[in-house]
């Protein structure tokens, strides 16, 4: 398993609506779908994506993301995530129980340009033979300018 992880400020570079619209044609914002319609794409989005990311509060406040393979949702979207006891995102739920799923669906079509300045990167390879502590589980890392 590879991951690699950047700890970054980001910025909007621009936002890529459509051809239609970077050809100049402004069409009419869409209705705004009911709350149905809003749970059924969720769930759908939900259960295709194989792995999605629990973005956690660290001490210093700043956001920990990492990918986790949770279990398919429940009736009422509750997801649930089974992780070792010891592991920092436990850790961070506890000291702050604020976290985010996100969700990528693979086949989507939207997307938006963002610069990332990274200021720090946290690796965990076994390919090139780095691995995270046994005990805190914390990957190596090193601060960029």
Same mark, same amino acid.
Request: charged share 20%; net charge positive; proline share 11%.
């Given at each position: 398993?590879?991951?690699? +992880?950047?700890?970054?400020?980001?910025?909007?570079? =621009?936002?890529?609506?459509?051809?239609?619209?970077?050809? =100049?044609?402004?069409?009419?914002?869409?209705?705004?779908?009911?709350?149905?319609?809003?749970? +059924?794409?969720?769930?759908?989005?939900?259960?295709?994506?194989?792995?999605?990311?629990?973005? !956690?509060? *660290?001490? *210093? *406040?700043?956001?920990?993301?990492?990918? %986790?393979?949770?279990?398919?949702?429940?009736?009422?979207?509750? %997801?649930?995530?089974?992780?070792?006891?010891?592991?920092?995102?436990?850790?961070?739920?506890?000291?702050?129980?604020? /976290? !985010?799923?996100?969700?990528?669906?693979?086949? *989507?079509?939207?997307?938006?340009?963002?610069?990332?300045?990274?200021?720090?990167?946290?690796?965990?390879?076994?390919?090139h033979g780095i691995a995270n502590d046994p005990q805190t589980w914390r990957p190596v890392? /090193?601060?960029?300018?």
């Open positions: 398993m590879r991951l690699i +992880k950047l700890v970054a400020r980001a910025a909007c570079a =621009g936002l890529w609506l459509s051809t239609a619209w970077l050809a =100049g044609a402004q069409p009419s914002p869409p209705s705004a779908p009911d709350r149905a319609t809003i749970l +059924k794409a969720a769930r759908e989005v939900m259960v295709k994506a194989r792995y999605c990311d629990l973005v !956690t509060i *660290g001490p *210093g *406040g700043q956001p920990q993301a990492r990918p %986790v393979d949770p279990f398919p949702p429940e009736d009422g979207l509750t %997801v649930w995530i089974a992780t070792n006891p010891a592991t920092r995102k436990v850790g961070e739920i506890r000291a702050d129980a604020r /976290v !985010t799923l996100m969700y990528l669906d693979p086949a *989507g079509d939207d997307y938006q340009l963002i610069r990332v300045a990274p200021s720090r990167i946290e690796v965990v390879s076994g390919a890392s /090193v601060d960029l300018p």
